[in-house]
């Protein structure tokens, strides 16, 4: 009923609108999963670290790093989506990519390869494959550092 609305009332339903809007919602999803993981992982260093067992609690703070460090990127993954939302129109009229969403566009393509949980990811890359070019999406895989892809 929302397309036919949008139909009605003359408005663009843009497909990269819906895919950043799907990816939005499994990224919160994800993200919720990984804060309770988390959570457990920094609580069970803190136990061990109060039962005297240093050496198990710092085996256990590697996880607590990776957990944290996932859930940074969750956190850029959100805010990739949000900005290129905003910036629909300039996609849509631009054939190259904007260099204002270099980093945006690539860094989510770079993390669609590393993310085997978050399908969405692989088809906001498929668009902006079609969109800007195989080579496009190939540069931001192959050579994430010299194409302006987040280090994080």
């Given at each position: 009923?929302?397309?036919?609305?949008?139909?009605?009332?003359?408005r663009?339903?843009?497909?990269?609108?819906?895919?950043?809007?799907?990816?939005?919602?499994?990224?919160?999803?994800?993200?919720?999963?990984?804060?309770?993981?988390?959570?457990?992982?920094?609580?069970?260093?803190?136990?061990?670290?109060?039962?005297?067992?240093?050496?198990?609690?710092?085996?256990?703070?590697?996880?607590?790093?990776?957990s944290?460090?996932?859930?940074?990127?969750?956190?850029?993954?959100?805010?990739y989506?949000?900005?290129?939302?905003?910036?629909?129109?300039?996609?849509?009229?631009?054939?190259?990519?904007p260099?204002?969403?270099?980093?945006?566009?690539?860094?989510?393509?770079?993390?669609?390869?590393?993310?085997?949980?978050?399908?969405?990811?692989?088809?906001?890359?498929?668009?902006?494959?079609?969109?800007?070019?195989?080579?496009f999406?190939?540069?931001?895989?192959?050579?994430?550092?010299?194409?302006?892809?987040?280090?994080?």
């Amino acid at each position: 009923m929302g397309k036919a609305l949008d139909v009605l009332l003359g408005r663009k339903s843009s497909k990269l609108s819906s895919l950043l809007e799907h990816a939005i919602t499994r990224n919160s999803y994800l993200k919720n999963r990984q804060q309770a993981l988390f959570s457990i992982s920094q609580s069970d260093v803190i136990q061990l670290l109060n039962l005297g067992h240093q050496e198990q609690a710092l085996l256990r703070v590697e996880h607590v790093i990776k957990s944290k460090n996932m859930l940074d990127a969750f956190d850029m993954i959100e805010s990739y989506c949000h900005l290129l939302k905003q910036n629909m129109s300039l996609i849509e009229k631009n054939k190259d990519c904007p260099d204002d969403l270099k980093e945006a566009i690539g860094s989510l393509i770079y993390a669609s390869s590393r993310f085997g949980v978050f399908p969405e990811l692989l088809h906001i890359r498929d668009f902006f494959s079609s969109k800007f070019g195989q080579e496009f999406v190939s540069q931001s895989l192959d050579s994430p550092r010299n194409f302006g892809v987040n280090e994080k």
